[in-house]
T-cell receptor, first 114, second 115 residues
Framework: TQLLEQSPQFLSIQEGENLTVYCNSS?????LQWYRQEPGEGPVLLVT?????EVKKLKRLTFQFGDARKDSSLHITAAQPGDTGLYLC??????????????FGKGITLSVRP | DVKVTQSSRYLVKRTGEKVFLECVQD?????MFWYRQDPGLGLRLIYF???????EKGDIPEGYSVSREKKERFSLILESASTNQTSMYLC??????????????FGPGTRLTVL
């Protein structure tokens, strides 16, 4: 089973600050997804990246898939308290069949203070 | 909107009891999944199903079984609950091929405590 390492594990910042968090592995992926989970709820998909080097933007969130498709970053500009939550990356390996599984990282707990 | 519902938000059971966790999705998705989520361990896949009556083991199937008799319903069964099965259990569903890029839609979770 491939391992997805997310860093940092915990992050507490002031409203208005910028931040970047990471999802890394030694394995190559066919696709990678970022989810956000709020307390008491299930994770909700933010983005799916498929192509090496791909950059996707979702309002103040910018997602990048590494050129080698082994890693990804999430950058948040001018963080707001509503960004508070657990950020999970999840990836699917190359060459797996129709029934392949999604592997999740352990998550990054982000707290944005007003 | 896709909706995935789980039968209970909170559940307390005793060691040795048989426990049923139910999950229902209303969007005719082919694939359904059961995960458990523990602090410091993230989401780990227990079982998944890509069709009615079909099931595949995930990464941690020991101590669990599943049932999918109808497309919209996926049940997780703890045959004899143990304290190390205390956890948050998340159900998810997904359209298309199980190995495709489509989004997984999660339920709100069931927090199970085994005493």
């Amino acid at each position: 089973t491939q391992l997805l390492e997310q860093s940092p594990q915990f992050l507490s910042i002031q409203e208005g600050e910028n931040l970047t968090v990471y999802c890394n592995s030694s394995s190559v992926f066919s696709s990678l997804q970022w989810y956000r989970q709020e307390p008491g709820e299930g994770p909700v998909l933010l983005v799916t990246v498929v192509t090496g080097g791909e950059v996707k933007k979702l309002k103040r969130l910018t997602f990048q898939f590494g050129d080698a498709r082994k890693d990804s970053s999430l950058h948040i500009t001018a963080a707001q308290p509503g960004d508070t939550g657990l950020y999970l990356c999840a990836a699917r390996s190359l060459g797996t069949g129709a029934n392949s599984k999604l592997t999740f990282g352990k998550g990054i707990t982000l707290s944005v203070r007003p | 909107d896709v909706k995935v519902t789980q039968s209970s938000r909170y559940l307390v059971k005793r060691t040795g009891e048989k426990v049923f966790l139910e999950c229902v999705q209303d969007m005719d998705h082919e694939n359904m999944f059961w995960y458990r989520q523990d602090p410091g361990l993230g989401l780990r896949l227990i079982y998944f199903s890509y069709d009615v009556k079909m099931k595949e083991k995930g990464d941690i199937p020991e101590g669990y079984s599943v049932s999918r008799e109808k497309k919209e319903r996926f049940s997780l069964i703890l045959e004899s609950a143990s304290t190390n099965q205390t956890s948050m259990y998340l159900c998810a569903s997904k359209p298309g091929l199980a190995g495709g890029y489509n989004e997984q839609f999660f339920g709100p979770g069931t927090r199970l405590t085994v005493l």
